[in-house]
């Protein structure tokens, strides 16, 4: 079956849209994405470094302020420390202002699931 241009950037679409939960505004400042939103209410156990990297720093970075974001970060990173203490060595300040610089975006959770099984 021939698909026409249309047809590949409706099912690019659909495909993004199954991707991505949350509200459905065009602003990026209150588009949220519900997994991640629940994900910055509660501290972890493990895999904080990843997350901050690859999930956390990037989704924020494209929503808020970076004056912000630095303060959701560091807020977050206290509740992981009152779960498991962090790491003496562990820079919270240097973690997550490299985090916000990874602008390549964030995992989807279907990724994060295959890739990153222990998270």
Same mark, same amino acid.
């Given at each position: 079956m021939a698909y026409s241009r249309g047809d590949k950037s409706k099912n690019y679409d659909k495909k993004r849209k199954k991707n991505f939960q949350g509200n459905n505004n065009n602003s990026s400042d209150n588009?949220?994405?519900?997994?991640?939103?629940? %994900?910055?209410? *509660?501290?972890?156990?493990?895999?904080? /470094?990843? !997350? %901050? *990297? %690859?999930? %956390?720093?990037?989704?924020?970075? /494209? *929503? /808020?302020?970076? !004056?912000?974001a630095v303060v959701i970060l560091q807020r977050w990173l206290d509740k992981c420390n009152e779960v498991k203490q962090l790491d003496r060595n562990f820079n919270s300040k240097q973690r997550i202002e490299l985090s916000l610089k990874n602008n390549k975006g964030f995992l989807i959770l279907e990724n994060l699931k295959t890739k990153y099984r222990p998270l």
């Open positions: 588009f949220q994405i519900n997994w991640i939103e629940n %994900l910055l209410q *509660r501290g972890i156990l493990g895999g904080r /470094k990843e !997350v %901050l *990297r %690859l999930i %956390l720093g990037p989704y924020l970075s /494209k *929503r /808020k302020s970076h !004056v912000d």
